[in-house]
């Protein structure tokens, strides 16, 4: 089992930047696969972004992706998402999520993910 815990969200102005953080336990996250999701009020959960395993690939949704930078630490059994130049399209529940691989490979799709957090609220102004 594994136990997910987001902390970072907060309120922003557009143009602003945040970083938010997914503390694991229960199990060490080197042999897991790693993404971020975020859920809008009244729009579905989407994909945001994905580490491998080791940290070597990662993966991004494209109105992010020349703006965010998903990491790991691994000896801190933690992940992070960093998001610049935000806009109020970014506000949303931001939530981490694992699944257990063997290879390094990302996933984009929701329910290939086998743990997840309870979110963390992300707010951008204008």
């Known amino acids: 089992q594994v136990l997910l815990v987001e902390s970072g969200g907060g309120l922003v102005q557009a143009g602003g930047s945040l970083r938010v953080s997914c503390a694991a336990s229960?199990?060490?996250?080197?042999?897991?696969?790693m993404g971020w999701f975020r859920q809008a009020p009244g729009k579905e959960r989407e994909f945001v972004a994905a580490i491998s395993r080791g940290g070597a690939r990662t993966d991004y949704l494209d109105s992010v992706k020349d703006r965010s930078i998903i990491s790991r630490d691994n000896a801190k059994n933690t992940v992070y998402l960093q998001m610049n130049s935000l806009s109020p399209e970014d506000t949303a529940v931001y939530y981490c999520a694992a699944v257990l691989s063997n290879t390094d490979s990302l996933y984009r799709v929701r329910n290939h993910y086998d743990y997840w957090g309870r979110g963390t609220q992300v707010t951008v102004s204008s």
């Open positions: 229960g199990r060490a996250i080197g042999d897991y696969a």
